[in-house]
């Protein structure tokens, strides 16, 4: 038996690669690209570590060729939901007893597989499933997944390595247990590596899970499954179960054993999930932990005194990487009317040389929308601004779904602070800048934190120290991550821990300890090693507390 203690210090970040024409990387990564487009993946359910066939199943199809079908997929029943959630509480006996340097061996195999021998299937998969390009790919399914893991272990042993302390006479410390339950994981289409980490997160620290895949994310997050298993992680300890989100959740939601549900999505569905568990609070063993990330309306504020190249790059990939498909993503500007002009020139330059297209084409900075309902949803809005008084479309605005969800980078200009597409989240590659006068910056910094219900990122443009102090000040609870003179997406694992609070979910930091925190349940030890033989205290020895009156 080893009994020595171990301590996992604190990882590098992963090295992002470069996908430059003619490096090994590129010339893997078209191999794969080619291989998978000639696939049509059969994905089961993963239920206690065997793989289910319901026969009732959907397809999943690349988003810029929504006619190419990648894979077929079997949808969970309730019968199927309920064997998840009886493998999980199967595997919790066992798993909650295994050393955590056991547990944290096996997530670390996971990251080392992503990032060297299965790096390219992870990129190609989320590419071609989920319509991104091959930066975008790289910086998330293949560096932030193993970022996740890597720093998740490090936080682990910092976690289980601290304790209380124990006065002469007592030893005093903390156990660390997993919850009482099973962990229902319900993860979104946009990020890999988030789909990874709301399983693997409370799996290290000894839960068991069920996990709702999106069902258009689902080839790359059945490759994590199976890269799971590859790298040991036990039957029963991640349950995969796509299906139809309300037919699982109603299920699992009313499940006595039921621990805690760690999500990423939207606001609408986290606050049915908030109101299912808050109903159903009679039945559960225990009080469930919620930890949920949903929903921004992220800010670009520029000051009179900001540069003018910085500000219009940084509006062009913070609103239209990925096609605005961050929950980080910059949806609304607040320029000053000295600056709007030399802005509005530069980025039309920028945007006029974005190419859109293939993700397979490693020109285009612009890919498809996820799925036909979100292109619906984004070109309505579009439809608003273009039929308001209130509004113009600056640049872009036209949108093509016949072979792929394609919608033009879109600028919309207003002279509404609280138009529509100021407020409500769109989730697509849409920016609404609102032009101030340059002596109005307070007031309209007040003006950023009241106009949304959305606190998730936001970033502040400016040459003045002063300026940005007061944004600070007026700004703390508009954003849970706050950027000075960056844009407002592209949070690092370990460097800036990601999440929002309002409306944008519980502000739990995925990539710190903090996040970690909510999947543990502790239990404080004491041992006494010469306990008391008389009840009574020494004052009490004196005589007069033994006179008869």
């Not at 026969?55 to 019968?79: F, I, S």
């Not at 093509?400 to 989730?427: A, Q």
């Not at 849409?430 to 936001?458: M, Q």
């Amino acid at each position: 038996m080893n009994n020595a203690q171990f301590y996992y210090a604190r990882p590098k970040n992963e090295p992002v690669l470069s996908y430059t024409k003619n490096t090994p990387e590129r010339r893997e990564l078209e191999a794969e690209l080619e291989r998978q487009s000639n696939l049509v993946v059969d994905i089961p359910l993963i239920i206690g570590g065997k793989e289910v066939r319901t026969g009732d199943t959907g397809k999943v199809v690349m988003p810029h060729n929504h006619q190419h079908v990648l894979a077929t997929y079997h949808k969970a029943g309730e019968k199927e939901v309920r064997m998840a959630i009886d493998a999980a509480m199967e595997a919790h006996r066992q798993w909650a007893e295994v050393s955590w340097v056991e547990r944290v061996s096996i997530t670390l195999k996971v990251a080392e597989l992503i990032a060297t021998k299965y790096r390219s299937l992870m990129n190609a998969a989320t590419m071609l499933g989920q319509g991104k390009n091959a930066y975008q790919a790289e910086i998330e399914a293949a560096c932030e997944t193993t970022d996740f893991i890597r720093f998740n272990a490090h936080y682990v042993s910092d976690i289980y390595n601290d304790q209380p302390h124990s006065e002469r006479g007592n030893l005093n410390r903390v156990e660390y247990r997993p919850l009482e339950g099973f962990v229902f994981a319900v993860s979104p289409f946009n990020f890999t590596a988030i789909a990874s980490n709301l399983s693997l997160a409370p799996a290290v620290l000894g839960n068991t899970v069920v996990w709702k895949p999106a069902t258009t994310a689902l080839l790359s997050n059945y490759y994590l499954m199976k890269i799971f298993k590859e790298a040991g992680l036990p039957d029963g300890v991640i349950n995969f179960i796509p299906g139809r989100g309300s037919l699982i959740g109603d299920i699992v939601l009313s499940d006595e054993n039921l621990g805690g549900v760690h999500f990423t999505g939207s606001d609408t569905t986290f606050n049915q999930i908030w109101k299912t568990v808050g109903n159903n609070l009679g039945k559960y063993r225990s009080y469930p932990r919620i930890v949920g990330e949903t929903g921004g309306k992220d800010f670009v504020f520029v000051h009179p005194s900001a540069t003018v190249d910085e500000v219009a790059t940084a509006l062009v990939r913070g609103a239209f990487e990925y096609q605005g498909q961050k929950c980080s993503a910059a949806s609304r500007a607040y320029i000053p009317k000295s600056l709007w002009e030399p802005i509005k020139k530069q980025m039309g330059e920028n945007m006029a040389i974005i190419k859109k297209g293939d993700v397979r084409n490693f020109c285009n900075f612009v890919n498809a929308v996820i799925d036909e309902k979100a292109y619906d949803k984004i070109m309505d809005y579009i439809r608003q601004a273009k039929d308001s008084g209130d509004a113009e479309i600056v640049f872009g605005g036209e949108g093509d779904k016949s072979l792929g969800y394609f919608i033009d980078p879109t600028v919309i200009l207003t002279s509404d602070p609280h138009f529509v597409t100021m407020e409500e989240e769109i989730f697509g590659p849409v920016l609404t800048i609102y032009v101030y006068e340059d002596e109005d910056f307070e007031k309209t910094l007040h003006l950023c934190n009241e106009t949304s219900p959305y606190a998730l990122t936001g970033a502040i443009f400016s040459k003045d120290r002063y300026a940005m102090v007061k944004a600070c000040q007026i700004l703390r609870y508009a954003a849970g991550n706050f950027y000075m003179n960056d844009k407002p997406t592209g949070a690092v694992v370990g460097q800036q821990p990601f999440g929002g609070s309002r409306m944008s979910g519980t502000n739990d930091k995925a990539g710190s300890y903090l996040n970690l925190l909510r999947w543990i349940n502790p239990r404080t030890v004491k041992e006494t090693f010469n306990p008391p033989t008389d009840f009574r205290y020494p004052f009490m020895h004196e005589e007069i507390c033994y006179q008869v009156k």
